[in-house]
């Protein structure tokens, strides 16, 4: 099966700065990538996507990149601001039946 | 684009009743998921359904859970009896093509089981 791990449950910035928060798998198998982003009392927001194709892809301010070598995922956050506030998940999509498996996610505050 | 809705966003009942979440996923869509979310846990998924059809159910922690999906745009996830374990946010996900990939969540239904 698959399982994904999370380097830090929690992560502080400075407001300004930029955030990278880490993502662990262990399928080597895996091909699809998704971070979620999911603030109090909501569910998880689809942020930005990656196939195994690639090994980096940037959004609006967000870039995820993608080291296969060493089952490394990682999402960078630029200029942080305090709306980035909530916690982050990696999702991996891997094996014959397709399943998502989730990341126990990165709580991210932003300090002003 | 309304997003999954999902009702009653609250619930709190007793122990041995019967609860039924709803959810209506995104028109268009044709996969829906269901997860279950505690602190312990994390995110688990459920139950999928794709074109209406259950695919993995292999999440459905025991028999007191069932899910439905009679149609396009409307599936249920019933817990009978519900014990104080249940407790969780329950979050429905859409999706548009056969696969997994790029769910939308709604906003999900914090069950309190006393």
């Known amino acids: 099966g698959e399982s994904v791990g999370l380097h830090l449950p929690t992560l502080s910035v400075q407001e300004g700065d930029n955030s990278i928060i880490n993502c662990a798998y262990s399928?080597?198998?895996?091909?699809?990538f998704i971070w979620y982003k999911q603030e109090s009392g909501k569910g998880p927001q689809f942020i930005i996507d990656?196939?195994?194709?690639?090994d980096k892809r940037q959004g609006q301010r967000v870039t995820v990149l993608l080291n296969k070598t060493v089952k490394h995922l990682s999402l960078q956050i630029a200029a942080t601001q305090p709306g980035d506030s909530a916690v982050y998940f990696c999702?991996?999509?891997?094996?014959?039946?397709?399943?998502?498996?989730f990341g126990s996610g990165t709580q991210l505050t932003v300090l002003p | 684009d309304a997003g999954v809705i999902q009702s009653p966003r609250h619930e709190v009942t007793e122990m041995g009743q019967e609860v039924t979440l709803r959810c209506k996923p995104i028109?268009?869509?044709?996969?829906l998921f269901w997860y279950r979310q505690t602190m312990m846990r994390g995110l688990e998924l459920l139950i999928y359904?794709?074109?209406?059809?259950?695919?993995?159910d292999s999440g459905m922690p025991e028999d007191r859970f069932s899910a439905k999906m009679p149609n396009a745009s409307f599936s249920t996830l019933k817990i009978q009896p519900s014990e104080p374990r249940d407790s969780a946010v329950y979050f429905c996900?859409?999706?548009?093509?056969?696969?997994?990939?790029?769910?939308?969540f709604g906003p999900g239904t914090r069950l309190l089981v006393l």
């Open positions: 996900a859409s999706s548009f093509g056969g696969n997994q990939e790029t769910q939308y």
């Open positions: 999702a991996v999509l891997s094996g014959s039946a397709r399943q998502l498996t």
């Open positions: 359904f794709n074109n209406n059809v259950p695919i993995d």
């Open positions: 028109s268009g869509h044709n996969s």
């Open positions: 399928n080597s198998a895996s091909d699809y």
């Open positions: 990656i196939r195994s194709n690639m």
